[in-house]
């Protein structure tokens, strides 16, 4: 379905320029879907929220939601649910009194705004909170309400910024099981703004990724996540990407001419990629030499939980002498690998040391760039 023919939900094109920031995106959300805009910082992400809310004017472009243009209507006229960190609680009003705040703005009576908001907290477990004030709430309750709040609007877009980084670990995970709850409940468009790909992975049924004020990809998470198009998605989702050129079964990577098989691959431009898990180190040759092997260089070892990743550098100047996958240049590819603490004691890898790298050719995944 193009935005065009979409009725419902939200069908936006945000035009905004700065004298050295240029957005131009176009963003569509079924309802009932979530998004989850997804890029490096300064990449636009909150501008494009913020022109969705009304806060930031649009130089082109526009905005309708469920059909009604909402393009020239200043913030407060959009109902739109905000779940954004500057809009913090009002301090001097209770936990019901926010949340009944948007429906009174509406028009709502004053009764029927506080049944509904009192039904908003119970939705989000704090109905026994409703009388606190925001200082008297954790950071946690202090989120669930401010969801209640830009849900009590019956808004027909929920905008979410960012709305779990304020939080520590623990509150973390729970307030995201709460929000995944709520978010499967909500009929409308939602859209997500968010640094961690655990959030976007859990949360959205769809990522669209900006760089640079543009869309760089969109699509399933699973998709995004199996399939990187740009060197920040791979990083998100810790693939190892290349772009390269096939040719006959095998891959030629521009960045370090490393050669994979690859049965059935398409031809001409393409992306490779495979996880750091299918990279296998050595500290000398490998006998019966896998065909994609070459020489390299540890530039760091990092900890991860029970594994570490090991970063590695193209091979230092005595890279000569393998017949591995050109080996010979000198100039292997930089990728890392995971290992567990038993080969890094075993291989003794230490920032700058030397070591034979293979990737296994069938965990290799080539898809067209
Ligand atoms: N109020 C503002 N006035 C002028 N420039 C701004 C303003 N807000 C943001 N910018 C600039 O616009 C660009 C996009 O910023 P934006 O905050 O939308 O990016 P972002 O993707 O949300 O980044 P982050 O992940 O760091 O929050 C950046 O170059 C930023 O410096």
Request: charged share 25%; net charge neutral.
């Amino acid at each position: 379905m193009t935005a065009a023919e979409q009725a419902g939900g939200l069908d936006a094109r945000i035009v905004v320029r700065r004298p050295r920031f240029d957005l131009d995106l176009v963003l569509t959300a079924a309802p009932g879907e979530v998004v989850a805009l997804l890029g490096p910082n300064g990449a636009g992400k909150s501008t494009a929220l913020r022109a969705l809310a009304g806060l930031t004017p649009l130089a082109g472009g526009h905005v309708r939601v469920d059909g009604r243009d909402l393009t020239r209507l200043p913030p407060d006229e959009r109902r739109v649910g905000m779940v954004f960190q500057e809009y913090l609680l009002f301090p001097h009003m209770s936990a019901l009194e926010n949340v009944a705040f948007g429906p009174r703005a509406q028009g709502t009576g004053r009764r029927e705004a506080r049944r509904r908001a009192a039904e908003w907290l119970e939705h989000v477990g704090l109905a026994e909170q409703a009388s606190a004030r925001p200082r008297a709430l954790s950071g946690g309750q202090a989120q669930r309400v401010a969801l209640a709040r830009a849900l009590a609007v019956r808004p027909g877009l929920l905008l979410l910024d960012e709305p779990l980084s304020a939080l520590d670990a623990h509150t973390r995970l729970e307030v995201r099981a709460a929000l995944r709850r709520h978010l499967a409940g909500f009929a409308g468009a939602a859209v997500l703004v968010t640094h961690d790909p655990l959030d976007a992975l859990t949360l959205a049924d769809r990522l669209v990724v900006v760089e640079g004020g543009r869309l760089v990809q969109e699509g399933a998470p699973a998709d995004v996540a199996r399939h990187p198009r740009t060197p920040y998605v791979a990083r998100l989702v810790g693939l190892n990407l290349f772009r390269g050129r096939a040719d006959g079964g095998s891959v030629v990577i521009a960045d370090g001419r490393l050669k994979i098989d690859a049965v059935a691959s398409p031809e001409g431009d393409v992306f490779l990629a495979f996880e750091p898990s299918a990279v296998a180190l050595y500290r000398s040759r490998p006998d019966g030499s896998p065909r994609n092997l070459w020489k390299a260089r540890v530039a760091a070892v990092e900890s991860r939980g029970d594994r570490f990743r090991i970063r590695l550098d193209g091979a230092g100047p005595d890279a000569s002498g393998g017949d591995g996958p050109d080996a010979s240049g000198g100039d292997g590819p930089q990728v890392s690998a995971d290992v567990t603490a038993a080969a890094v004691a075993e291989l003794g890898l230490a920032e700058g040391s030397p070591v034979w790298a293979s990737v296994k050719a069938t965990e290799v995944r080539v898809y067209p760039a």
